[in-house]
């Protein structure tokens, strides 16, 4: 059991989901210089995501569609799949969503009507997991021969006259020409530097050093208080005194120990920063950060942190198996030197772990979740630089020990106080998935009552009426233990107006979003002004303000979380409503385009946009070299970024430095 506890846990920091393309393509002709063509169009859906079928209701995710443009042939009948889709009860939507996952095959046959013939194919749909919706598709031109045409019948060529005129009566009918973006975008007149590419730009920003170093310092900051926490476990500090004194009697001179016990510090900063660049090196920043927004992983997370929970509250003892540190023990008494000291560091390290293993598993998480390379490397090198700070002082300074509080009951009370913040923060944990499967066994109001009634009971600990196994009888409250459980108290009964729709600003990063609680006072929403680019930009012209870009849509529910966790905030609300223009997109939206409009992507692929959502997909990619939603992004009145691109993450401070960025740089440019 303790083994396969330990295996999860290394699971937890060390695992990484390799993403490329949500769907990946081909398209086949097969049976060619026959009568009887088709075309073999596979989709291959990487795991985690789900392909939504062509009859997906109404309501529901964008569904799979296929246009072809036969010349020399005809397309007979629909295209038809290989597999039955599966078919699941969406409660955020509330409707029956339809879906592929896996490999599906989709067939269309065709008649040649011609020697040489030619389908120009694309498709388009929408593929989403855990973390976002992404519009897929792919567009090819097949081309195919026939030995000997077909004659075609009178009544076929009578159909195709028909046919014909009757595209023509339309083209001529239609108020506007066949178009592309670069000529006339909707039909008004518009300037055509909103729709310049800004890649760029965006990563000017995005790649500024003081975003990075901001994000850096607080992983830094995160992983030193995770070090000073693991310090006061039972794990770690009756260490520090016994391996202090064991480099003092090793050594005839305090020098020699001084500089031992330093070595001994550096070789754990060495073990831990060694273990966050393998964890990087091995999946990389973006995988880590899948990683972090998987549902699967959530869930074996929010089960692992319960069971140290229960753990540290003294319902069993969770250690490493035994002979592990006995071979650390082992290569420290057969090797010298500073192998010998760098040994007895990893045996410290491995004996703490049922410790200090939820902490540095959470502080990976965090570290992922910034999609920064090195920064699991910088919160291990925070973590492990508190841990190793009090050996190499002692040593330095040993009367400094006599001053150390000695082991006793306080310490299980740390640990106990530790499983009940382990045990709220699983919750978080369980909320992710939660959301991500539509369950709705957690929504907010139930979210914010487990909390309440867990810092409840925290207080109530400490104020020594509540015991577990490990404790001692309290019979005298102390100060700081009464200080303490006033601060629980406090936070619980602040909690409470959030069972009414409260915002609860303070714990918004880790609550569902408001929109999952069934009865709510607040009315704190946010609308966009706006739901067309062109008029976007033209509104923000006469209103002399920058535009807000949100590329959302309605089957993306993380869009759905964003509005509800973060645009809820009194002040995110007040500087969306005053100071910018709201632009709200929607990828798929199926409302039909007046005509068509031809593009070409980056690589030469010829697509056609039919609809409104085809055409915002499209601004997304060609101007911004995104293709996932929620996607925004503040522009100025001649579509030129002010900020870095804020996608999904319930962060409400970052996303008002995020507004604050762009309207400060749009003042600095009227100026």
């Keep these: 059991m303790k083994r396969l506890l330990f295996s999860l846990s290394l699971l937890l920091i060390c695992l990484g989901v390799s993403a490329a393309d949500a769907v990946n393509w081909t398209i086949a002709l097969v049976d060619d210089n026959t009568d009887h063509p088709a075309l073999k169009i596979t989709a291959k859906v990487n795991p985690g995501y789900h392909l939504y079928a062509v009859d997906n209701p109404a309501g529901g995710s964008m569904p799979l569609k296929f246009y072809f443009e036969p010349k020399g042939c005809k397309t007979v009948g629909q295209p038809s799949a290989n597999k039955n889709y599966t078919k699941e009860f969406d409660d955020i939507f509330e409707v029956e969503q339809h879906f592929y996952d896996g490999t599906v095959v989709f067939t269309q046959k065709l008649k040649p009507t011609d020697k040489n013939y030619s389908v120009n194919v694309e498709i388009q749909g929408q593929a989403c997991n855990d973390t976002g919706c992404v519009q897929v598709g792919t567009a090819k031109l097949i081309k195919g021969t026939f030995p ?19 595209q023509m009566t ?8 066949f178009m592309t973006p670069e000529a006339n975008l909707s039909g008004i007149s518009a300037d055509q530097s909103w729709w310049d590419n800004v890649e760029a730009e965006l990563r000017v920003f995005e ?74 090196m091995l999946f990389g920043a973006s995988a880590l950060n899948e990683l972090a927004t998987s549902a699967v992983f959530n869930i074996i997370f929010f089960l692992l942190l319960v069971v140290f929970a229960i753990s540290f509250m003294g319902g069993f003892e969770l250690t490493l198996p035994s002979s592990w540190t006995n071979k650390m023990d082992s290569k420290v008494d057969t090797t010298t030197g500073l192998l010998s000291v760098f040994f ?3 045996t410290l390290v491995l004996v703490s772990f049922s410790c200090t293993g939820p ?31 009090p050996f190499t002082l002692f040593a330095m300074f040993p009367t400094m020990l006599k001053a150390m509080p000695k082991s006793g009951g306080w310490m299980n009370t740390v640990k106990v106080v530790l499983g009940f913040l382990e045990l709220a923060l699983s919750l978080k944990f369980l909320s992710v998935a939660d959301l991500a499967y539509g369950w709705r066994i957690l929504d907010r109001e139930v979210f914010v009552s487990l909390w309440i009634v867990i810092f409840f009971l925290l207080g109530v600990y400490l104020l020594g009426k509540l015991r577990f196994p490990h404790d001692d009888e309290v019979e005298k409250c102390g100060v700081g233990r009464f200080m303490l459980a006033c601060i629980s108290f406090a936070f619980a009964v602040y909690m409470i107006p959030g069972l009414w729709g409260a915002p609860l600003k303070s714990i918004s990063a880790f609550s569902p979003p ?8 607040y009315e704190g929403d946010v609308h966009a002004q706006v739901d067309d680019f062109e008029e976007g930009m033209k509104l923000a012209q006469q209103l002399n303000k920058p535009v807000l870009l949100d590329f959302s849509g309605y089957g993306c529910v993380n869009c759905r979380k964003m509005e509800a966790a973060v645009w809820t905030d009194p002040d995110v609300k007040a500087s969306i409503d005053n100071d910018f223009i709201l632009v709200t997109l929607m990828v798929d939206e199926k409302k039909e385009l007046p005509s068509p409009i031809k593009i070409t992507e980056k690589d030469g692929t010829q697509r056609t946009l039919r609809t409104y959502g085809d055409k915002w997909s499209y601004l997304q990619r060609s101007k911004f070299g995104a293709n996932a939603q929620p996607f925004h992004v503040i522009v100025d009145q001649n579509g030129h970024p002010l900020a870095p691109s804020f996608v999904y993450k319930e962060d409400i401070p970052g996303y008002k430095t995020f507004l604050e960025m762009g309207k400060t740089n749009y003042e600095k440019g009227k100026k």
């Design 170 to 177: 339309d083209s001529l009918q239609s108020a506007e020409p």
């Design 359 to 389: 902490i540095i598993g959470t502080l990976l998480v965090e570290a992922a979740a910034t999609s920064n390379f090195i920064s699991p490397a910088i919160g291990m090198f925070g973590f492990a630089l508190a841990l190793a700070l």
């Design 148 to 166: 000997a045409a077909p004659e075609a019948s009178a009544e076929e060529t009578h159909e195709e006259d028909v046919n014909a005129l009757t």
């Design 344 to 346: 007895m560091a990893f």
């Design 514 to 521: 408001i929109s999952t609680q069934d009865f709510s006072l």
């Design 207 to 280: 790649d500024a050093p003081e975003q990075q170093g901001r994000s850096l310092i607080y992983i830094f900051i995160a992983g030193f208080i995770g070090g000073l926490i693991a310090l006061v476990t039972p794990c770690v500090w009756p260490m520090i005194p016994m391996t202090v004194s064991f480099f003092l009697k090793q050594n005839k001179s305090k020098s020699k120990s001084v500089g031992t016990a330093a070595i001994y510090g550096g070789s754990i900063i060495v073990i831990y920063v060694a273990l966050g660049l393998i964890v990087t």
